[in-house]
């Protein structure tokens, strides 16, 4: 695996990133993501992304799902996640859960 500097953090992340937009959750349970997971991270990724709006921020369930049971140090992998769109509870958006660029909803 190759890895690129991370801005001037001194991270160093692969090149190659495994996401979870269509399938954690929609499609894959915490059992087959934690597989996909483990491959990945054995194949050198060290680099994992996800967002809030993928499968209503279910995908980021599972993923965290995955990670605890893998059980790997917390330095060793680094996590994106996007925001902004914001998430639908209920059938609700109400003003601060849409156009989710504020410090409230992301603390």
Do not use: C, P
């Not at 269509?22 to 990945?40: C, I, R």
């Not at 996007?82 to 859960?97: A, I, Y």
């Amino acid at each position: 695996m190759q890895y690129r500097r991370l801005g001037r953090a001194g991270l160093q992340v692969s090149e190659l990133s495994l996401g979870s937009w269509v399938t954690y959750h929609n499609q894959v349970g915490t059992k087959a993501a934690t597989e996909m997971l483990a491959a990945a991270f054995d194949a050198g990724v060290n680099f994992f992304d996800n967002a809030e709006v993928y499968a209503q921020g279910e995908s980021e369930v599972v993923m965290g799902q995955a990670f605890k049971a893998l059980g790997w140090n917390r330095l060793d992998y680094i996590v994106s996640s996007k925001f902004f769109w914001g998430l639908q509870r209920d059938g609700v958006t109400t003003v601060n859960r849409k156009d989710t660029l504020n410090r409230k909803y992301l603390m």
